[in-house]
């Protein structure tokens, strides 16, 4: 009786785990809400916009106002003040501890397969890396945006590295894009027993934007015969989507920054398309959001062959841009696929990246008890169109000088070191999307309430 009671927890346990999907994070770098396809027809991205189109697409999605701090959100389920000051902002310091729960050790406890493949920007050192928090294998940068071609932070510190190791060469003279995606199909087309979870972050959009094409030994720059073109640029397929698109916009900063999309939309497209040659398609749930609103102006000469650029991205309906408190700087583009599971429809709740990790616990089985406690919530009823979720305050401050909390239609917004109950804006993001009305004057209840959510918030913070 032992045997046949052992036989099928085990013929149970399989079954189980047969039913969980692969699941896929994409992260991309600096692409604002107007920088795709589906909000912004001027953009070329077919690929985003297929998934988008037969997913759930937030159209109320946020983040945090910074590339960090919004990793952190994802990767644990909570918001960054809550493991101090290092991650309210870009760092290259370390910004949670070995050991702190996250997305890749709870779904490894489940019994995943872990992979971590491009950015990585929460600790840069080998030593606070990926493989100490989770994963199995990682690949990419471990600071913040690399050159496209040389792979190195900010011209010459070596980040580029597989499982903790700098490779040598930095593989240099291939586009960053390319090669993340690269190593992405890889591991999705490696044999596996197990389902399992790949945290694909993209450094592209964010500077510096460098496409060459094939002319790799020519950096990208203006042609000094041909006002207001790139050098090659007739040549560079990256330039020349099928719908003409790119080629329709007079701006050459805006030009080159839908080339780099464009160059990023593909490599998206082949990851899908690893994913349906390999049979994995049906059951792999793929989550997609940047990482913050868009750059807008560049100063250059951070990184070699690194260009000066203004105003750059898309146009977005929203108030501010990277680094701000405001919408423009924290809604970014986000939704979810997973066919035959989730269907074709727009969810208007707003929706935080803090929700993945719970969501992915959930959907990849595990019980309640075993996910840890954070700021998030499990959206998985809103996914599959089973019920609701609970109505949540939504809290953001970056670098301790800008702050917002949302709660319903209304949002509190300071910039500066002391947010006193005085010195608050308020809008209605129903009647003013836009953020252009400040109304806390006419309504001195409704901020002092929130100013109190606020002051909740902030005592789980630690710094």
Not at 228 to 255: A, M, S, T, V, Y
Request: net charge neutral; with cysteine; glycine share 8%.
């Amino acid at each position: 009786m032992k045997r046949i009671a052992l036989l099928i927890c085990l013929v149970w346990g399989t079954a189980l785990a047969a039913e969980k999907p692969n699941i896929l994070f994409i992260i991309t770098d600096d692409q604002g809400w107007g920088d795709i396809g589906y909000n912004n027809p001027n953009v070329y991205t077919p690929n985003l916009d297929k998934l988008a189109k037969a997913g759930a697409v937030f159209t109320q999605h946020y983040v945090m106002p910074q590339c960090t701090p919004s990793r952190i959100a994802a990767f644990t389920g909570r918001y960054p003040g809550r493991f101090g000051p290092n991650g309210l902002q870009a760092t290259s310091k370390k910004v949670f501890p070995v050991g702190t729960k996250n997305v890749a050790s709870v779904l490894k406890s489940a019994g995943y397969a872990t992979y971590q493949c491009g950015k990585w920007h929460m600790g840069t050192t080998p030593a606070d890396g990926p493989n100490h928090h989770g994963f199995d294998f990682s690949y990419g940068t471990l600071e913040g945006a690399c050159g496209a071609y040389d792979h190195h932070y900010r011209g010459n510190k070596e980040t580029w590295h597989r499982n903790l190791s700098f490779i040598p060469g930095a593989e240099n003279g291939r586009h960053v894009t390319d090669l993340i995606a690269e190593e992405a199909i890889r591991i999705i087309q490696e044999k596996k027993t197990n389902p399992f979870f790949l945290y694909l972050a993209f450094t592209a959009p964010h500077t510096p934007l460098d496409e060459r094409g094939t002319f790799v030994d020519q950096p990208t720059k203006l042609d000094p015969d041909k006002p207001g073109r790139w050098l090659n640029e007739d040549h560079i397929n990256w330039f020349n989507d099928p719908e003409g698109k790119i080629q329709k916009e007079k701006d050459p900063e805006k030009r080159l920054f839908l080339a780099v999309v464009h160059h990023l939309d593909d490599a998206v497209g082949q990851v899908v398309k690893s994913l349906e040659e390999s049979g994995q398609r049906e059951k792999t749930l793929i989550l997609f959001s940047s990482d913050n609103g868009p750059q807008v102006n560049w100063p250059g000469n951070a990184y070699p062959d690194d260009l000066k650029l203004t105003d750059f991205n898309q146009p977005i309906p929203f108030r501010g841009s990277k680094c701000d408190a405001y919408e423009g700087g924290i809604r970014v583009p986000g939704f979810a696929n997973w066919p035959g599971t989730i269907k074709p429809q727009t969810i208007s709740t707003p929706l935080h990246i803090v929700d993945w990790l719970p969501t992915a616990a959930t959907l990849a089985g595990l019980p309640k008890k075993k996910c840890p406690r954070g700021d998030g919530s499990d959206i998985s009823p809103l996914l599959l169109s089973t019920g609701t979720i609970p109505s949540r305050d939504l809290y953001w401050v970056w670098g301790g000088v800008k702050w917002a909390l949302r709660d319903g239609d209304w949002k509190l917004v300071y910039c500066g070191k002391t947010p006193e109950l005085s010195t608050w804006s308020l809008y209605n993001l129903t009647t003013d999307e836009r953020e252009k009305v400040d109304v806390s004057q006419k309504n001195a209840d409704v901020v002092k309430a929130l100013h109190q959510k606020f002051l909740t918030q902030r005592t789980l913070d630690t710094f």
